[in-house]
């Protein structure tokens, strides 16, 4: 079944007309404290189909995506009575659209669900590529499934109530999409200030857009992540390292966004040396990223733990061989490149000299 | 992925080709008790695969078919490091296929598994169709998914460690897609003897092989259940009810077999009433029944009992339509047929008569 991704702020409208075309006879809604509080009123006073939903409420946080949440949504959704004809609305950031896809995906073999991302990472990124799942024995997402909702709505009206770290996180993967689509898209993204935006809420709503539909076209190539969606990781190998970095050895954990903002700075350096990526672009990525994300701190003495966390990714089979994606311009990526620790430790001290 | 199925009796080969044939770099073997006390030990010291395999073991039976096992499954995959290029071996009855299936198809968005079931049931029924999941709250099936093995290898190799009752529990299910099939088919059934075979156990792997077949044929045309796979629900809405009447009502479980061998001689009444299936072919059916399944004692005062049951399973949306696929003859089923309280009290006081 196809996915359906709609972009409009006329939220409401889109979910009564959703749910009456799938001619269902009950819903569910899934949201987390956060949504519960900030965005369920305005859907249960507005729309019929919520109005009239059962609600399944559970913890928020990425650390709460586990199999106690699902376990309490699959009760719930079995105690009041969801059948196979049921549909289910995740109402969230990406923890409750993996969370809540994958209880509909697994309850009664699958019911159908609708995703109404409420963050801008959420709908940029986790709510297309149908992968849904649980972080399980301590692995992100070591257990899940691919699970295509029948329609996504992305809309802009929530972001109002997100802190601006939090937008920022998800601009990042925007950027990703524009360095791995071409050289006008990145710019457009470049001259958007997030941070600062203009009074034309559309213009975010079209910049995201055309972000995931970058990403759909990369994901409809690919369904199951064997090429060209590894494209989709650039930034990834290193922004995991920090990310970990950050969380398990500093105890002070970075947003994702940020990671792979940062990540994506030393991995175009690494492009730079292995595949002539043109040295303008960086420069002026570099910026843009220093600019708006800061720099993450590092040392030498910590590369050796950087490389180990690198060769501990998950999309890294052995040790020897830590795979990149990186790109020879704008728009041009190579999957699978490896590099040396030599490499990676110079690209390092180059993104310590350059956004520093 | 095309699920494939090998009928042999050769089982060591087959292992060994397939996982070569795989190319994966691990595999783990998951067995209940029973399986790994009667049948594991054979394939460890024959099968290089098995030889070299992590082994998960889980406690027997369908009560265990839920979520701590799947939980248990999930961490030792977890701990013992498998990956998405690992293959995972289901040793055992239906109960294993779906909780091993359903706890492969979910590990990390799924990894391939191969089947090898060592019951009839398990080899009629359970090992096709995609099928797999756990029971959760207290019902059957609650939660899984659709997801066929990468293979299924069928052997009558394992089944000289199971009681008789369980063999004619599976050949139940044969002579129902006998029923679905042709006369000359249901003939065939009905001539082998299952309790006392004869001398060539590959006559039995060839009625296997055709009884799967059929199923397989009808699975292929409605992979989601809409449509003609109904029409194997065949003897299971009186099954079903039989099933949970022995055991939340008298406490006295009953085989699944045997509640479908009885509850297709109920709903062959039903189809010679409504549809006209020939008199003497249910006849013939009835009296092999009683012959090597005996009788399910019931009284008139335990109808409304029954058809309470018959109305709260799954297939039924609402208790005023029992759904029963029937047929009109042998080879001839027709699906979403109602019946009226009246008209199957009528059905079940035949019945007594009948193979009372």
């Not at 159908?112 to 709908?123: D, E, K, S």
């Not at 399980?136 to 029948?150: C, P």
């Not at 002070?252 to 966004?257: C, E, F, L, V, Y």
């Not at 994300?293 to 890294?316: R, S, V």
Request: aromatic share 8%; charged share 20%.
């Amino acid at each position: 079944m196809a996915q359906e991704i709609i972009y409009t702020n006329l939220v409401i409208e889109a979910i009564d007309d959703l749910v009456a075309s799938l001619g269902t006879p009950s819903v569910y809604v899934i949201v987390d404290v956060n949504t519960a509080k900030f965005v369920l009123p305005i859907l249960q006073s507005q729309s019929e189909a919520v109005k009239n939903a059962e609600i399944i409420t559970v913890l928020a946080g990425d650390v709460n995506k586990g199999p106690d949440a699902l376990q309490k949504v699959w009760k719930e959704l079995s105690d009041k009575g969801a059948t196979r004809k049921s549909v289910v609305i995740n109402v969230g950031g990406g923890m409750i659209t993996d969370l809540g896809g994958f209880a509909a995906a697994t309850f009664k073999r699958g019911v159908r669900f609708i995703n109404l991302p409420t963050t801008l990472l959420g709908a940029v990124d986790a709510a297309v590529g149908g992968k849904t799942g649980i972080n399980f024995n301590g692995l992100k997402n070591e257990i899940g499934a691919f699970q295509d909702a029948v329609a996504v709505i992305i809309s802009t009206l929530f972001f109002n109530t997100l802190p601006m770290q939090q937008m920022l996180s998800g601009y990042a993967e925007m950027l990703k999409h524009g360095l791995l689509d071409d050289k006008a898209t990145l710019a457009e993204l470049m001259r958007y200030n997030i941070e600062n935006p203009p009074a034309t809420p559309d213009l975010l709503l079209h910049l995201i857009e055309k972000s995931v539909g970058i990403k759909q076209a990369v994901v409809a190539s690919d369904p199951h992540e064997n090429g060209a969606r590894k494209t989709l990781n650039l930034g990834h190998t290193v922004g995991h390292a920090f990310e970990s970095f950050a969380m398990d050895v500093e105890h002070s954990p970075i947003p994702h966004g940020y990671a792979v903002a940062w990540g994506m700075v030393v991995e175009l350096i690494l492009s730079h040396m292995k595949l002539g990526f043109p040295s303008d672009t960086l420069h002026q990525f570099a910026q843009y990223i220093k600019e708006h994300y800061g720099y993450f701190q590092i040392t030498c003495e910590q590369y050796p733990q950087l490389l180990q966390l690198m060769a501990h990714d998950k999309k890294n089979d052995t040790p020897e061989h830590i795979v990149f994606t990186l790109l020879k311009d704008v728009g041009q990526p190579v999957i699978d490149q490896t590099a040396t620790a030599d490499e990676i430790k110079s690209a390092l001290d180059i993104y310590r000299d350059l956004i520093q």
